[in-house]
Nanobody, 123 residues
Framework: QVQLVESGGGLVQAGGSLRISCAASGLTFSNYAMGWFRQAPGKEREFVGVINWSGTRTLYADSVNGRFIISRDNAKNTVYLQMKSLKPEDTAVYYC????????????????WGQGTQVTVSS
């Protein structure tokens, strides 16, 4: 059974930093591209960024490019999202997702999803 479990969310002040994690089990982690998505209240879920299976390539949404960094540790079956210079508009539930193919920004391309972790940025 595949499980993706996000952790590390919380409340942070604007301008601050936060790192969230996603631990995977039940799959061959190194075969999967890992994406991060987020959903703010009243809005559709949107793409944040993705990292390829080896960690050598990343792709980010324009809204977070230069502030967020995705990394992964295949030995620990974990992907990370380091967030800096956080803004109130970054407030959302953050989801990780796994895709057994080349990385994609399209949520429907992903095979597995985590339950999400709340990130709240106060002004």
């Amino acid at each position: 059974q595949v499980q993706l479990v996000e952790s590390g969310g919380g409340l942070v002040q604007a301008g601050g930093s936060l790192r969230i994690s996603c631990a995977a089990s039940g799959l061959t982690f190194s075969n999967y591209a890992m994406g991060w998505f987020r959903q703010a209240p009243g809005k559709e879920r949107e793409f944040v960024g993705v990292i390829n299976w080896s960690g050598t390539r990343t792709l980010y949404a324009d809204s977070v490019n230069g502030r967020f960094i995705i990394s992964r540790d295949n030995a620990k079956n974990t992907v990370y999202l380091q967030m800096k210079s956080l803004k109130p508009e970054d407030t959302a539930v953050y989801y990780c997702a796994a895709r057994d193919a080349y990385y994609s920004r399209t949520e429907h391309d992903y095979n597995y999803w985590g339950q999400g972790t709340q990130v709240t940025v106060s002004s």
